[in-house]
């Protein structure tokens, strides 16, 4: 005969499952302004160093839309681009290029302004992180340890049991009930699109915050890179690349597409 299912008190629905969903909720959302109001502002950067980091991404813009320009304007912005990073023209320190062969010591961080602030930030966002995950995890292990909440709907295997059954010593128990330690952590990792509707996408609720705006080509100058070295590398992939306009052969296709 089949094991008799569990009943359980809806008290621990009102007093147990729901209050430790506010909480995570409440939670992430204060993690969210902490993190802001912790992050110092970026230090504006001097005209230069824009000029060195802008002129890099030229060369990825290059060969990534160079379709969409003729062959001759794109070999004459091929030369010249291959040309001025060989000869550091957009540099700001113009002896890296007469000191290239020599080995260059990446700068120490902690005495690089630019590296220290990201390395306060990188800490301030961990502590306010393991904080209150910390003060959670110890205040549901104090008052709700070895609760079960709730049945999950649908069957699951017998390698869910660790997970969902966290703080429930009980061998013979269905797969798809849920203790209350493993709530806590369904909602860790599951509360990402309520703090995205609450918050927007970009947000720190979850424990972690793009503050580069997700583009590739902001990592470009970060302390330790030897730009030049970047300019060169840059220089010879522009070499290796072959150009497609995008309009070659366009009145057959147009003619094939209406006929």
Excluded at 5 to 30: H, T
């Amino acid at each position: 005969m089949a094991a008799p299912d569990l009943v359980l008190d809806p008290s621990l629905r009102d007093w147990v499952l729901f209050p430790i969903l506010l909480v995570m909720i409440l939670v992430g959302v204060l993690r969210h302004y902490a993190t802001l109001l912790l992050q110092s502002a970026p230090k504006p950067a001097d005209l230069a160093t824009i000029k060195e980091q802008q002129s890099l991404n030229r060369g990825a813009i290059l060969r990534t839309n160079g379709k969409n320009v003729p062959p001759s304007s794109f070999q004459s912005r091929k030369s010249y681009l291959i040309q001025a990073y060989k000869d550091g023209v957009f540099l700001k320190d113009q002896d890296a290029v007469n000191n290239k062969d020599q080995a260059k010591t990446p700068p120490n961080p902690l005495t690089d302004p630019g590296g220290m602030d990201q390395m306060m930030n990188m800490l301030k966002g961990n502590m306010v992180m393991i904080v209150p995950q910390t003060l959670l995890m110890s205040w549901i292990n104090f008052f709700f340890s070895g609760f079960i909440l709730m049945k999950l709907p649908f069957p699951l295997t017998v390698r869910f049991k660790s997970i969902l059954q966290s703080g429930v010593a009980t061998k013979d128990l269905d797969v798809r009930w849920v203790s209350s330690m493993s709530w806590y952590f369904l909602n860790l990792f599951g509360l990402r699109s309520v703090y995205d509707i609450l918050l927007g996408s970009n947000n720190a609720a979850g424990g972690g915050m793009d503050m580069s705006g997700m583009n590739p080509m902001a990592q470009t100058g970060q302390p330790g890179q030897d730009i030049y070295k970047m300019y060169l590398s840059e220089a010879e992939n522009l070499e290796l690349t072959t150009h497609e306009y995008l309009l070659d052969d366009i009145e057959d296709r147009i003619l094939a597409a209406y006929n």
